[in-house]
Every structure is written in structure tokens, then in C-alpha cells.
């Protein structure tokens, strides 16, 4: 069995060996896996018709439609494809926070995530992204690959601002095949949500956001006065507490999260709050399960 080295033991791992990641439509790979992929062709399961559009391949035409009624029809297929997956890891220095930190959960998910779909021979890419920059590691398919993909996972280190927005230009700048996104992460980027996402939309990736968030982040417990320094720009200032200013933080705290429950509603993305106080077994085993995201 592949070694996890210091993520995920390998108990847990024998868990995750039943399960797959959720494609909520056709998968767009070309190697065999375990996702549905519809294409034009021939010796697989026949699933439905379209309209012939010039350049498709005539051998695909039902010719028995055509001589009925006069109509170019093409035959559809089903096969099993492999699946794309993406698994976009924030290592911004806010991630670098609580007990157990944001990142190291993240790191942890993402170690689960991509050995799901190793062990269905679906192709994972692993990319951490900060200050607008990646780290990546190619396409990795197969059980085999664990250990190299693990290592990756490991090494990442907080740096800098999130930076979703150019960090997703920049990796997906490149032709990718359209698959599942998983992006990780507290989104907590001072340039906003919609910049990101927008560029994930217009590819017509499936997305799947796992929202991080540590516990006294959504209830701080704070002295009456106290320093405050910001985890990814390091500006510092002086501040009283107020049960007022309090509630005003835990309100604009709600904010964030439903904006970014309700941008997943409004495009039919899957969205998942992972709180580091729950049980790590938990959140993927059952959390996971009960969003979809895992099968």
C-alpha cells in the first residue's frame, strides 16, 4: 500500500479504497476509468441521438433514420472515461492559522481527495497557489503515483496572499481538459471571490469549493485590547475590544460564508464548510458523502 508519510495513516487510507469522486456529468477524459463519457462512436453502450453538424464523421450517421425520414441523425455512445480532477490548494499565510492550522487540514484533504481518484485511475493534478503564483504537480494516474503525490502535498509552505484570481489564470491559461475542480481554501482574498470563479465558469469546469475555517475564527476570544496583525500583509494595528465590534466581526464572518454558499447555489457547484474541529475522518467519510462529493 502507498505510504502516506505524515498526512494520512494508512488505516484511514483502506477506507477510502470503496469510494469515488462525485462527476455530476459526462466526464471529458480519454484513458479508461470509472466516470461516463458521452461520445460519437461505436462499440460502447448506446445512449442517444443528435443532429449530424458538418465535420462529424458519416460512419456515425443512422442511416435507417435517414432513409425514413429523410433526417442526418448521428448515434451517441457511453463509455467509462477517466476523470480530470484539479485539486487547487490555497497556501496563503492565512491558512497558517489555528490548531490544528487551515493548511494542514487542507493538506490533508487533498491527500484524501487525490487518492480516491488515484485509485480509480482518474488523472490528478495537484496545484498549491499563493501571492497569484503555482506550484504544481502534473497529471498523476494510478495507485503507484501516491507517494510522489503525498510528498507534493507535504511540502507545501504558507506564503504571501491568496491570489485566486491570477493563480487560476495562470494555471488554467493553459489548455486543460474540462473536469472536476476542487478548490481548498478560506477564501479569504483581499481582490474577492468572483475574479476566480468567473474563469472556472467560462471553461465549464464542474467546481466543488471546500471552504476551511478554523474554530475561533467564526467565535473569536479576544482580550479587551489587543494587537492585531494581518496573516497575509503583515499590516499591524492596535485595537479595543468591543462586545460591539465582536458582533459586528461574527456578522460580517456569516456574510463571507453565505456569499460564497450562495455563489455555489446560484451556478450549481457543490459547496462544503470543513471546520478543523471536526473529526478528519468525519468530514470526508460522511461530510464529503452527504455533499455529493464523494460516491
Known amino acids: 500500500m502507498a505510504s502516506a508519510g505524515g498526512l494520512l495513516d494508512q488505516s484511514f487510507l483502506q477506507k477510502l479504497e470503496l469510494l469515488s469522486l462525485a462527476m455530476h456529468r459526462p466526464a471529458h477524459g480519454q484513458l479508461k476509468g470509472v466516470h461516463r463519457s458521452r461520445r460519437v462512436g461505436s462499440g460502447m453502450v448506446f445512449s442517444d441521438f443528435r443532429p449530424y453538424a458538418a465535420g462529424d464523421d458519416v460512419r456515425n450517421i443512422d442511416w435507417g433514420i435517414y432513409l425514413r425520414m429523410d433526417r442526418l441523425i448521428l448515434k451517441l455512445f457511453e463509455e467509462e472515461a477517466d476523470l480530470p480532477i484539479y485539486l487547487l490548494v490555497d497556501a496563503s499565510r492565512s491558512m497558517d492559522y489555528g490548531t490544528p492550522s487551515k493548511l494542514d487540514y487542507a493538506r490533508k484533504l487533498a491527500a484524501a481527495l487525490c487518492y480516491v481518484g488515484l485509485l ?11 501571492d497569484g503564483d503555482v506550484q504544481t504537480l502534473p497529471a498523476r494516474r494510478g495507485k503507484n503515483q501516491a507517494p510522489q503525490a503525498f510528498r507534493f502535498l507535504e511540502n507545501i509552505l504558507p506564503r504571501g496572499q491568496t491570489g485566486l484570481q491570477s493563480a487560476v489564470r495562470r494555471f488554467f491559461g493553459s489548455p486543460r481538459t474540462r473536469g472536476l475542480v476542487v478548490v481548498i481554501s478560506d477564501f479569504l482574498d483581499p481582490d474577492g471571490i468572483d475574479g476566480g470563479f468567473a474563469i472556472l465558469r467560462r471553461f465549464r469546469h464542474e467546481v466543488a469549493l471546500i471552504h476551511v475555517v478554523a474554530a475561533d475564527e467564526r467565535e473569536p476570544r479576544l482580550p479587551e485590547e489587543v494587537m492585531l ?37 446560484k451556478f450549481g457547484w457543490a459547496y462544503v464548510q470543513a471546520r478543523t474541529e471536526m ?13 455529493g462529493l464523494l460516491l
Open 120 to 130: 480509480n485511475h482518474d488523472r490528478v493534478n495537484l496545484v498549491s497557489f499563493a
Open 229 to 265: 496583525v494581518d496573516a497575509e500583509d503583515g499590516a499591524a494595528s492596535e485595537v479595543d475590544v468591543t462586545p460591539r465590534l465582536l458582533e459586528a466581526y461574527r456578522k460580517e464572518f456569516q456574510r463571507h460564508e453565505r456569499e460564497l454558499d450562495a455563489y455555489c447555489r
Open 279 to 291: 473529526p478528519f475522518e468525519d468530514l470526508v467519510l460522511k461530510l464529503l458523502r452527504e455533499h
